[in-house]
């Protein structure tokens, strides 16, 4: 029995070893040349603008929900006018950058894994560097880069479409005008609001990459073990960037005091 809980713990720390290896190469990697422009703008235009009408959907759908809540509990305090400006801080500040990350990494993370997983088995990526090409700066660094460079950019997509929502949702209820309504919007949103926020995206942008290509990269045992890899880059990706958002948020508290 004790035997057993060490091999899983051995296997558990070896896994976290490697992974961490793999991280830290992409890291290296991204400052080396040569540079796969070519591939990573077709990355970027695969993984960021075909996801977004995902975000934009969900933006709208998740600004109406959080205005009718918003709604129903500042009208306790006679606060309806407030809710303009308290829908825009929660998103910009926390909701939209943790919501889109979440979307993300279910459609880009189960597919970065299940393509390099189906490249692995079906040896595509031997071929690659049998070709002499450097399958990980082509595989992963590209992926990489065009993570780290969609995720804001769709944060952003995800904020605006969220406040419409808002809009829709406020203009249903009281008529609100359009110009009034985002007026009052952006009447509590400073720069500090929206960078730290926004930028923390690239960090969730990084370990969704990383962590769907190590699983895609390390796939065996056939379909079943492509099948496996992109379950797991969904949910082990997800419950790092719910994990690491605590870490990043006590950061920006301490960086930028003014927002706590």
């Known amino acids: 029995m004790v035997d057993e809980a060490g091999r899983v713990v051995g296997r558990a720390l070896g896994s976290t070893g490697e992974f961490s290896l793999f991280g830290l190469r992409a890291i290296r990697d991204l400052f080396r040349p040569p540079y796969e422009f070519r591939e990573t703008t077709r990355q970027v235009f695969d993984l960021g603008l075909r996801s977004a009408p995902l975000i934009a959907v969900s933006g709208v759908a998740v600004g109406i929900v959080l205005s009718m809540h918003t709604r129903a509990s500042l009208e306790r305090f006679g606060a309806e006018s407030m809710i303009p400006a308290g829908l825009a801080l929660a998103l910009v500040r926390e909701t939209g950058p943790l919501t889109a990350a979440l979307l993300l990494s279910g459609r880009i993370g189960a597919g970065i894994g299940a393509e390099l997983g189906a490249m692995r088995v079906t040896e595509q990526i031997d071929a690659l560097e049998a070709s002499a090409v450097d399958s990980f700066k082509y595989l992963v660094v590209t992926r990489t880069v065009a993570c780290i460079i969609a995720l804001p950019i769709l944060t952003t997509l995800m904020n605006f479409c969220g406040m419409l929502g808002g809009f829709i949702a406020e203009q249903a209820s009281t008529g609100m005008s359009l110009r009034l309504y985002f007026d009052k919007s952006f009447?509590?949103?400073?720069?500090?609001?929206?960078?730290?926020?926004?930028?923390?995206?690239?960090?969730?942008?990084?370990?969704?990459?990383?962590?769907?290509?190590?699983?895609?990269?390390?796939?065996?045992?056939?379909?079943?073990?492509?099948?496996?890899?992109?379950?797991?880059?969904?949910?082990?990706?997800?419950?790092?960037?719910?994990?690491?958002?605590?870490?990043?948020?006590?950061?920006?508290?301490f960086l930028f005091p003014q927002l706590g």
């Open 187 to 253: 009447s509590l949103i400073d720069v500090t609001d929206y960078v730290p926020a926004t930028v923390k995206t690239m960090v969730f942008g990084y370990i969704i990459a990383v962590t769907s290509s190590y699983l895609g990269f390390t796939t065996s045992q056939g379909t079943e073990g492509v099948g496996r890899a992109s379950t797991r880059a969904v949910v082990l990706s997800s419950i790092l960037i719910i994990v690491t958002n605590v870490v990043l948020v006590r950061i920006i508290f």
